[in-house]
């Protein structure tokens, strides 16, 4: 199985700020062939579903704001939030899709500082 | 607009026997793999079962083999996870969730229900 270890556990951060999250996998999530790396980030707010944020490691979903971005490829990922909105406090999970089982990072939990 | 709604949570004596089901809205239900996907409280977020379009493939996680089924029944838009004995460590929210790939199996989702609890206590 493919782990995926996300680092860190938790992050504050100050309002307009930057926050950084990373996602290591076990081996490449990355299909050669078609060039496109096999990992998703999610947002989970309390008492809410996961909402996919980035597919393909780089891909903005439909009405994720532009201030998301994803980046990396392989084995090393990151979630840049730049200009931190209070709206943004959740814990965010990355996915690889590259091989079954499909697995999630144990979270990244962010708050305001 | 997508809709999937989950029910048949609730709780249960270990050893018990559940039926999760999911009711899809909103697009072709019989176009799209289909996922659950757990969360033990407080946990993160663990991938459970896939079903094809057509329900001719299944996939689950090992650990679960042979005690959860999954399956659809595209004429009622439906999915379903029969969770049979269970265990304390069964207790989740257990999520219905969309592939994002319509007709390939892509493994990443992008519509999810609430979810449903599952609570396996004496």
């Known amino acids: 199985d493919i782990v995926m270890t996300q680092s860190p556990d938790s992050l504050a951060v100050s309002l307009g700020e930057r926050a950084t999250i990373n996602c290591k996998s076990s081996?490449?999530?990355?299909?050669?062939?078609?060039?496109?790396?096999?990992l998703v980030w999610y947002q989970q707010k309390p008492g809410q579903p996961p909402k996919p944020l980035i597919f393909w490691a780089s891909t903005r979903g439909s009405g994720v704001p532009d201030r998301f971005s994803g980046s990396g490829s392989e084995t090393h990922f990151t979630l840049t939030i730049t200009s931190l909105q209070a709206e943004d406090v959740a814990v965010y999970y990355c996915q690889q899709h590259y091989s079954s089982p499909y697995t999630f990072g144990q979270g990244t939990k962010l708050e305001i500082k | 607009e997508v809709q999937l709604v989950e029910s048949g949570g609730g709780f249960v004596q270990p050893g018990g026997s559940l039926r999760l089901s999911c009711a899809a809205s909103?697009?072709?239900?019989?176009?799209?793999?289909m996922y659950w996907v757990r969360q033990a409280p407080g946990k993160g977020l663990e991938w459970v079962a896939n079903i094809k379009q057509d329900g001719s493939e299944t996939y689950y996680v090992d650990s679960l083999k042979g005690r959860f089924t999954i399956s659809r029944d595209n004429t009622k838009n439906s999915l379903f996870l029969q969770l049979n004995s269970l265990r304390a460590e069964d207790t989740a929210v257990y999520y219905c969730?969309?592939?994002?790939?319509?007709?390939?199996?892509?493994?990443?989702?992008?519509?999810w229900g609430q979810g449903t609890l599952v609570t396996v206590s004496s």
């Open positions: 081996q490449s999530v990355l299909y050669d062939s078609i060039a496109k790396n096999y």
């Open positions: 969730a969309r592939d994002v790939g319509r007709i390939y199996n892509y493994g990443a989702l992008d519509y």
């Open positions: 909103g697009f072709t239900f019989s176009s799209y793999w």
